[in-house]
């Protein structure tokens, strides 16, 4: 059973730093695309990167302030995302996703939040001014 767990959610003061960790277990498969997504209040969930053994990609918001990085190690991997330069609008709960058994690379542009199945339950981030 695929099963993936954030950690690294919390409150900082605009201008700050956090750095979330997605720890995953049970993937068995060859390929991997993982991914950051999160949700604020009163707006729909986003994409912020995502990331597999190639490269990483980010949203428009998240380029320059945020680094995406994934580590694999026998049966497992974990997912990092370093948040520097944080805003208010930050805020929200972060979630980690993996797509199954394909690549980032190998679907289209348009597509790239589309297909993850397998979902963490989130960490909060808040941020305040």
């Known amino acids: 059973q695929v099963r993936l767990l954030e950690s690294g959610g919390a409150s900082v003061q605009a201008g700050g730093a956090l750095k979330l960790s997605c720890r995953v277990s049970?993937?068995?498969?060859?390929?991997?695309?993982m991914a950051w997504f999160r949700q604020s209040p009163g707006k729909e969930r986003e994409g912020v990167a995502t990331?597999?053994?190639?490269?990483?990609?980010?949203a428009d918001f998240a380029k320059g302030r945020f680094s995406i990085s994934l580590d694999s190690a026998k049966n497992s991997y974990t997912m990092s995302l370093q948040m520097n330069s944080l805003k208010e609008e930050d805020t929200g709960m972060y979630y980690c996703a993996a797509r199954e058994n394909r690549y980032c690379s190998a679907v289209h542009e348009g597509s790239k939040w589309d297909d993850f199945i397998y979902w963490g339950q989130g960490t909060q981030v808040n941020v305040a001014s």
């Open positions: 049970g993937y068995t498969y060859r390929r991997l695309c």
């Open positions: 990331v597999d053994e190639f490269v990483g990609i980010y």
